[in-house]
Nanobody, 128 residues
Framework: VQLQASGGGSVQPGGSLRLSCAAS????????IGWFRQAPGKEREGVSC????????????YYIDSVKGRFTISRDNAKNTVYLQMNSLKPEDTAVYYC??????????????????WGQGTLVTVSS
């Protein structure tokens, strides 16, 4: 069971990035997938999550207030990948971003302790 996060980079304020979370060894369909971020000196923060799409849930999404309207989480089940499209990026979005998977029905899940599997981080830097 492995998650691979990618897509980070350096952009100017107002720019966009798309992060990818690819799974191997299991199907993401059955899991809640969350994106977290951790800025230097700060605690890991849940940013967004998407519910499972195995028919037992509606595949709903959740965002924290600070990214609503700017970030979009989505699934591509054929590619076993979850994406986080980040638009209108701000310097305060700078952080290492992680994806994680959780199995179960509790919704939404924004606490790191609620997740079972984690990918390595990908660095997002927003600076002029």
């Amino acid at each position: 069971v492995q998650l691979q996060a990618s897509g980070g980079g350096s952009v100017q304020p107002g720019g966009s990035l798309r992060l990818s979370c690819a799974a191997s060894g299991f199907s993401l369909d059955y899991y809640i997938i969350g994106w977290f971020r951790q800025a230097p000196g700060k605690e890991r923060e849940g940013v967004s999550c998407i519910n499972s799409s195995d028919g037992s849930s509606d595949g709903s999404t959740y965002y924290i207030d600070s990214v609503k309207g700017r970030f979009t989480i989505s699934r591509d089940n054929a590619k076993n990948t979850v994406y986080l499209q980040m638009n209108s990026l701000k310097p305060e979005d700078t952080a290492v971003y992680y994806c994680a998977a959780a199995y179960g029905r509790t919704w939404p899940r924004v606490r790191a302790i609620e997740y079972d599997y984690w990918g390595q981080g990908t660095l997002v830097t927003v600076s002029s």
